[in-house]
């Protein structure tokens, strides 16, 4: 059976070992041959920047090759269905790192594939952008359990996989979302059933009283633009600026997954300012991507 990567619950007690690993790999500037003569295609139906580069960096690191493919450049864009694509990438191929819509293309790919698939970012959940975060603040706090982390916005696919790594690493997350935009409900009531301590407010200044780390996103994810307008009244009032920041505990850090929309969810000031961590977190993505994979190949 090929091991995936969908969601952050996958790695059960191996998240942690993953965060130490990328640690390790990053002070190595780790390189070896282990994918040596795989081939990974990076399917991707949403624009990238981070994800892309740092996977196919990661995947070349590790000695493998990557073919990168779209919809709008093959037969997935002609309506060829994804059960047919996901047997065809099998015959060829050694894994699929997959950046989509609905998580239920993940569940085709795993049903109709037969080798690895990696969740690259999905409307319901970001896990290598959350592990990577866990990779961020670990090395600025490497008790993780007695971390106070703020989640300010829209409860989207880096809230809910925040929620699930709440549950595993036993940190304490806050969010503030507007009613709405809550994250999904299943997996709150799982986190709290398993005695995670999740907590969810309407009020940003709550949800940051006594946070290390202040997160926000866009207001507005991928395939979300119809929404822009909607949401840039529904959010008003979850901006982050130094106001918020000051409410957060001394020397609290302020995190983006990037890309961000400068004046809406955060101030140019915040984002360029002494509090934010931005480049450590994009750089660490590089270096989970190699943790993840190793993982999965080993
Ligand atoms: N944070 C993140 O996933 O960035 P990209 O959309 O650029 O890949
Ligand atoms: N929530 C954002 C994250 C981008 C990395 C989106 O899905 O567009």
Not at 190 to 219: C, N, S
Not at 233 to 252: E, H, Q, T, Y
Request: proline share 4%; net charge negative; glycine share 6%.
């Amino acid at each position: 059976m090929p091991k995936h990567f969908i969601t952050i619950r996958d790695l059960g007690d191996d998240a942690m070992k993953l965060v130490l690993r990328a640690a390790e790999m990053k002070k190595n500037n780790f390189r070896c041959d282990r994918l040596q003569g795989k081939i990974l295609v990076l399917l991707f139906e949403k624009a990238s920047t981070r994800t892309r580069l740092s996977f196919e960096t990661a995947v070349r690191r590790l000695g493998g090759q990557t073919v990168f493919m779209t919809p709008q450049e093959s037969q997935l864009g002609r309506s060829e269905p994804l059960k047919d694509t996901a047997r065809v990438i099998s015959r060829y191929n050694d894994g699929m790192i997959v950046r989509t819509f609905g998580q239920s293309k993940l569940e085709q790919l795993m049903e109709y594939g037969s080798i690895p698939v990696v969740n690259a970012l999905t409307d319901e959940g970001h896990p290598c952008q959350i592990m990577r975060d866990m990779l961020t603040m670990y090395e600025r706090r490497p008790d993780i359990s007695t971390m106070r982390i703020a989640w300010i916005g829209d409860g989207n696919n880096m809230a809910n996989s925040f929620i699930e790594a709440a549950t595993i690493f036993g940190f304490t997350l806050s969010l503030a979302c507007p009613e709405g935009y809550d994250p999904e409900p299943a997996l709150l009531a799982q986190a709290r059933q398993a005695g995670a301590k999740v907590y969810l407010h309407r009020d940003p200044a709550a949800a940051v009283e006594g946070a290390h780390f202040v997160h926000t996103d866009v207001w507005a994810s991928m395939g979300q633009e119809e929404e822009q307008h909607a949401r840039l009244v529904a959010f008003k009032g979850f901006r982050v600026d130094d106001r918020l920041m000051r409410l957060a505990a001394p020397g609290a850090k302020f995190m983006h997954c990037l890309p961000a929309h400068r004046g809406e969810e955060v101030t140019e000031d915040v984002l360029e300012g002494p509090a934010a961590i931005l480049f450590d977190q994009a750089e660490n993505r590089l270096h989970m991507q190699m943790a993840i994979l190793e993982w999965i190949y080993s």
